[in-house]
């Protein structure tokens, strides 16, 4: 494995380096939780297109409205959005993790909604 003259044994006993420090954790993200955020991200994508969150016009307002709704929706007791009304099907706290990172990708990059 190592082609220098310490074996694989000495080498652990060394104590191996990584600088690594400064750099995101992303092991602290609940990936589970977000697998229901991405057949969010699916479900648009199949009903708009894909990446077309990017193209609406005042997005940031408009992406909050949407927040609010599925928030005032779980307010009511409803936590899934309703497939037999359209929805996906999926939490409605997902849904509001969506319209968040839309309007977060807004503030960070600049763009211009």
């Known amino acids: ?13 060394l104590g191996g380096k990584k600088f ?9 993200v609940p990936f589970k939780a977000m697998e229901s955020v991405v057949r969010v991200l699916e479900h648009g994508a199949k009903k708009y ?3 077309n969150w990017q193209m609406v016009k005042n997005a940031r307002r408009r ?7 599925h928030l005032n929706a779980m307010n009511d007791g409803e936590w899934v959005d309703d ?9 409605h ?15 960070i990059t600049g763009r211009e909604d």
């Open 1 to 13: 494995m190592f082609k220098d003259s310490l074996d694989y044994e000495d080498k652990m006993d």
């Open 20 to 28: 690594d420090q400064e750099k995101i954790d992303w092991t602290l």
């Open 49 to 51: 297109s894909r990446g």
């Open 63 to 69: 992406y909050l409205a949407a927040a609010y709704r």
């Open 83 to 91: 497939v037999a009304k359209g929805g996906s099907g999926e939490p």
């Open 93 to 107: 706290a997902a849904h509001v993790v969506c319209c968040m990172l839309f309007i977060l990708w807004f503030e």
